[in-house]
């Protein structure tokens, strides 16, 4: 769910024009937490990751690792 939620966000973004700047853009990153596994520094590490990948391919998008 949180994948559709962090798209919807970019493009609600992207389309909004902001009285001060104009269209901007954004990138998100998105990590599934396992509960048997994860703690929350780990899956806040893999979100982290997912946002530079966003930001290495092109901007304005969002990634899951």
Request: no cysteine; proline share 2%; hydrophobic share 40%.
């Amino acid at each position: 769910g949180a994948l559709i939620h962090a798209e919807r966000l970019r493009n609600d973004i992207e389309n909004f024009e902001f009285k001060t700047v104009g269209h901007i853009t954004s990138s998100f990153g998105v990590a599934e937490f396992d509960a048997e596994n994860d703690d929350v520094d780990d899956l806040l590490e893999r979100a982290d990751k997912a946002l530079y990948m966003a930001k290495e391919f092109g901007r304005n998008r969002v990634e899951k690792p």
